[in-house]
C-alpha cells in the first residue's frame, strides 16, 4: 500500500513569511495528524483530525498556524506569519479510527527554516 | 500537564551488547506504543502493549509495559549497527484519545 504523502521535503523561508504543507495520507485511513518535530524531541501533536473534523488542536497555536482537511482526505497546514522557533520537520500521521487503531503511519516530513 | 520522560537521553553501545531503555508517565496510561526514528528519517511504528504487565518479543526485542500502566521498558538483545537511531515511546493517558510521545533515547552501536 502506498505510504502517507507529504511535499515539500525541503522549505527555506524568511521570519514573517508564510508557508503550506500538504499531506495525502494513506487511503482508508480516517484519522490524520500534524506533528511538529523540533530538533532532537519527539513529536509534538498539534492537530488531531478525524475525516474532515478536528479532534484535538488543543496545541495548535492558532494565532499563526491553520489547518483543513476539506474533503475527509488530504490535508493542508499552514504557518502565517513564520517566526524563527517554527523552525522543525512538520510531520503528518494517518491511521485507522477507534478499536481498529495500532500504530500510526508516518510521512517524511517536511523540514522548514525560517531565517 | 501530561508528560512522558525517556531515559537516558543518549546511550552508546558495542556491537553486541544489550541496549534497555525507559519511559515514565507523569498520568495512567491506556495503552502506549514504541517507535524507531533512523537519523534523517521519521517515526516507524514498532508496537503496542495495552495490557497491566504485558510483554511482547519481536526477534531480539523485548517491550514491557508497567504493572501501574505508568513505565514501559524497551530492551534489545545483542545489539547489531542496524539498531542506530531515535526510540520513542508514546502514551495515550487514560480517557483521551491522543498519545503524547516521549523524549526519545538516541542509540548510536559502535562496530
Not at chain 1, 488542536?57 to 504557518?79: M, Y
Request: proline share 4%; net charge positive.
Amino acid at each position: 500500500e502506498a505510504g502517507v504523502a507529504q511535499s515539500p521535503r525541503y522549505k527555506i523561508i524568511e521570519k514573517r513569511q508564510s508557508v503550506a504543507f500538504w499531506c495525502n495520507p494513506i487511503s482508508g485511513h480516517a484519522t490524520l495528524y500534524w506533528y511538529q518535530q523540533i530538533l532532537g524531541q519527539g513529536p509534538k501533536l498539534l492537530i488531531q483530525f478525524q475525516n474532515n473534523g478536528v479532534v484535538d488542536d488543543s496545541q495548535l497555536p492558532k494565532d499563526r498556524f491553520s489547518a483543513e482537511r476539506l474533503k475527509g482526505v488530504d490535508s493542508t497546514l499552514k504557518i502565517q506569519p513564520a517566526k524563527l522557533e517554527d523552525s522543525a520537520v512538520y510531520l503528518c500521521a494517518s491511521s485507522l479510527e477507534g478499536l481498529d487503531r495500532v500504530g500510526d503511519t508516518f510521512g517524511s516530513g517536511t523540514r522548514l527554516t525560517v531565517v | 500537564g501530561q508528560q512522558v520522560m525517556q531515559i537516558p537521553q543518549y546511550q552508546h553501545v558495542q556491537e553486541g551488547e544489550d541496549f534497555t531503555t525507559y519511559c515514565n508517565s507523569s498520568t495512567t496510561l491506556s495503552n502506549i506504543q514504541w517507535y524507531k526514528q533512523r537519523p534523517g528519517g521519521h517515526p516507524v511504528f514498532l508496537i503496542q502493549l495495552v495490557k497491566s504487565g504485558e510483554v511482547k518479543k519481536q526477534k531480539r526485542l523485548t517491550f514491557q509495559f508497567g504493572e501501574a500502566k505508568k513505565n514501559s521498558s524497551l530492551h534489545i538483545t545483542a545489539t547489531q549497527t542496524t539498531d542506530v537511531g531515535t526510540y520513542f515511546c508514546a502514551g495515550r493517558p487514560t480517557g483521551t484519545y491522543k498519545y503524547i510521545f516521549g523524549t526519545g533515547t538516541r542509540l548510536k552501536v559502535l562496530a
